[in-house]
């Protein structure tokens, strides 16, 4: 894979070079542009094209208590994510999605590196994704930092390596069933060495809704999913398992320090919504071994639920398994006062294995939260957790009660 | 930890809040689309609320088909009011969201062709309507197509309507394929007033938005080959007011027909529905067809006749012997 060497000043030519592309082709068929969105989308005959962002400002309290070690409470701002990118079409069946990542604030501010970033091919029922993706991870890992619930997602999807990786994938699937494989190397944000073989990754996932009927009263949903991965290290660098709690920046006090070769994970997803009433959960359970043939086993698990106020649904989407946003009913403006959701989260997860290393261990983490969506693609996220961290060693334990207020809007 | 036992109470405070604020409203059933479907709905929805005596009521609204089934397959309707099938493309969006429909055609609409009385003008041809009307198309002056010689004005209904989509797909060929220089309104009162108040004014509409204005208006006989026809009920119930005769439709959400206040108003709306079509001037289904339909209510029996296409130029009982089917046909 080519290293990833995209400039600020490359993503400014393409933004240019987009508007410019809108203006030169004046020749049948026309360029309109459809408004039915909040971004408006050029259209040339079965061509599409617009452009996309999301910008994330979290505003963190971290109160830690620590039995050793150095001390990490602090009151932080900062961007969590800034996005921009576009998305379209050629015809019906070549597709495209770029999301460049820019990183104000985290640290070689000249780099950018890719989200989403795929070729697609869709035909019919069926498509083939080429490029940076992650269509066969996890539920949680499938919804879109946007609509995700909790500000940060569970230790299991952060823990566990799932993320975008570059390769090819398939998907198909029907109004509520989903099937998606894919094969994969590294990540084109990782630096490469060339000379040696990076790692690779073969995974496959799959969801069905038994019961999935929506009304404009709500949803009812049953989602089932499973889902499995096997990596494998090659020559590239070793995979790590750390895990934070809860909060996007600072430290990964539970951090195992194991260098993984070979993993395989297996895991299951349950999603149910009543209306204004939700709840997800998932179980994994990671199988690995280092270079030097030791082998540890961790697992992990997070139960969430909702309860929308202004009784909104969570938006399923069978094809995917997957959720999107939700657009509130009465949005501000409109006579009302948005989207209002409160949330509460265990989660945990058991990084302890094997015996031996000072800073394995388990955590546990409890969070409440409240979401208003004030009108579509733009919400605010308070949230509170309080994460028990408590490493294998006799008292070496901690707790962090992190209250973070994310402002968040996309287009 | 000042600050997080503040953040822990505006949590649980706004929780109560926003709970108690959602006061228990009488349910509303929700029905927006087609402006031609719109008079018909309207009639049942009000007598329908009179029947209850308030303890349901009725929404409706009329954004055009598109716009309408838009917000069904996004689960913000319970009804969509439609002058055409749906479309594949909206069969895969409601399927994806989860939403099952019931396809209810409630009666048949003659399509008419107008003028301002004083326009000679009797009758008008396919071809010369495709003259008036095709995409890219110059013709200002009646004396094109055989008129008189006066300069057109041109009214017709906004892109997002299921009249558009018809009569462009029967006289142009293409759905949506159309001159672009005419005065488009969403509202069919406007088209009226458009032509009511000018002397070479041409308009397209919904057969019952002419019969309400016929004091004001002049409906063109149409000529699809077999001589000049003029829009009436007869000429459309015996399929030879062609090609501009179609059916009309409800879609109604297959999940909330379970809910007796939908499943109540569905049959009403069916019982009633050749009432109520003819009171506001379109032509009512016959009676067998709206038992089986009824009984397509009740059964909760989803999918569409038409396979996701336009049927143009069906007579009435060429619809009631198409199969239902769940899955778009592949053109």
Request: include cysteine; proline fraction near 4%; hydrophobic fraction near 40%.
């Amino acid at each position: 894979m080519k290293k990833n060497m995209l400039t600020k000043a490359a993503l400014a030519a393409l933004a240019t070079a987009a508007s410019a592309g809108a203006a030169h082709a004046q020749s049948a068929p026309s360029h309109t542009t459809s408004w039915t969105g909040t971004v408006g989308e050029d259209r040339y005959g079965d061509a599409r094209f617009k452009m996309r962002g999301r910008f994330q400002y979290d505003i963190s309290d971290q109160d830690w208590d620590i039995e050793s070690g150095a001390a990490q409470s602090g009151f932080n701002t900062y961007v969590r994510r800034a996005f921009l990118g576009v998305q379209g079409r050629f015809n019906e069946n070549w597709r495209y999605k770029v999301d460049f990542v820019l990183n104000p604030g985290g640290g070689n501010t000249d780099e950018v590196g890719v989200d989403d970033a795929f070729l697609e091919y869709v035909g019919g029922d069926w498509s083939i994704v080429i490029g940076e993706h992650n269509i066969t991870s996890p539920l949680e890992d499938r919804i879109s930092s946007l609509d995700v619930p909790f500000i940060e997602r569970s230790a299991l999807i952060n823990s566990f390596g799932y993320g975008r990786l570059a390769g090819i994938g398939f998907i198909t699937g029907g109004a509520n069933w989903h099937v998606s494989l894919a094969a994969q190397g590294d990540s084109l944000n990782d630096s490469d060495t060339f000379g040696s073989t990076e790692q690779t990754a073969l995974s496959g996932r799959f969801t069905w809704a038994p019961i999935f009927e929506t009304t404009p009263e709500g949803t009812r949903l049953v989602h089932l999913g499973i889902h499995a991965r096997q990596r494998d290290q090659q020559e590239d660098s070793a995979f790590d398992y750390r895990v934070r709690p809860q909060n996007g920046r600072g430290e990964r006090w539970i951090n195992p320090a194991i260098a993984g070769s070979e993993d395989t994970t297996y895991g299951a997803e349950l999603a149910v919504q009543f209306g204004p009433f939700g709840a997800t959960a998932e179980y994994a359970v990671l199988d690995g071994e280092t270079a030097g043939g030791l082998g540890y086993e961790y697992d992990a698990y997070y139960v969430d639920l909702y309860w929308s106020l202004t009784g909104e649904s969570r938006n399923y989407r069978g094809n995917q398994g997957s959720f999107g946003a939700i657009a509130p009913r009465n949005p501000m403006g409109g006579g009302g006062m948005g989207h209002f959701m409160v949330s509460a989260r265990y989660d945990f997860i058991d990084l302890s294995d094997p015996a031996g290393g000072a800073n394995r261990g388990e955590q546990t983490a409890y969070a409440v939260g409240l979401d208003w969506v004030p009108v579509d693609h733009v919400r605010f996220k308070l949230n509170y957790a309080h994460s028990d961290m408590d490493r294998v060693g006799a008292g070496v334990d901690n707790e962090a009660d992190i209250v973070t207020l994310r402002t968040q809007f996309d287009f | 930890m000042n600050i997080l036992k503040t953040a822990a109470a505006a949590i649980a405070a706004l929780a109560l809040g926003a709970g108690s604020a959602l006061a228990q409203q009488p349910f509303t059933i929700q029905i927006d689309g087609s402006s031609t479907v719109f008079p018909i709905s309207e009639a049942v929805a009000e007598a329908f609320q009179q029947q209850t005596q308030g303890r349901v009521r009725v929404a409706v609204g009329e954004s055009g088909s598109s716009a309408g089934m838009r917000r069904f397959c996004r689960g913000e309707i319970h009804i969509a009011d439609s002058s055409r099938p749906i479309r594949g493309s909206e069969m895969d969006a409601c399927r994806a969201a989860g939403i099952g429909f019931v396809e209810i055609p409630v009666a048949f609409d003659g399509l008419s062709v107008v003028v301002h009385p004083s326009n000679p003008m009797t009758s008008i041809s396919v071809a010369q309507l495709r003259q008036i009307w095709a995409p890219g198309s110059n013709v200002n002056n009646f004396r094109a197509v055989g008129g008189p010689d006066l300069q057109m004005q041109l009214f017709g209904p906004g892109s997002a309507s299921g009249t558009f989509e018809y009569f462009t797909e029967a006289v142009n060929g293409t759905a949506r394929s159309s001159r672009t220089d005419y005065t488009p309104s969403e509202d069919d009162n406007v088209l009226v007033q458009g032509v009511a108040n000018n002397p070479g004014g041409m308009a397209y509409f919904g057969l019952a938005y002419y019969e309400e204005n016929r004091s004001r208006l002049k409906a063109l006989a149409i000529d699809g080959g077999s001589g000049p026809v003029l829009p009436s009920r007869e000429t459309v119930e015996n399929g030879t007011y062609q090609p501009l005769s179609r059916p009309i439709f409800i879609y109604v959400n297959a999940a909330a027909l379970r809910r007796p206040q939908v499943q109540q108003f569905v049959q009403y709306y069916i019982n009633n529905a050749a009432r109520f079509s003819a009171q506001v001037g379109y032509i009512p289904l016959p009676a067998n067809a709206y038992q089986t339909y009824l009984q397509r209510a009740q059964r909760r029996q989803q999918g569409t006749a038409f396979g996701g296409r336009a049927l143009i130029g069906a007579s009435i009982s060429e619809v009631l012997a198409r199969p239902l089917v769940l899955e778009e046909v592949q053109r």
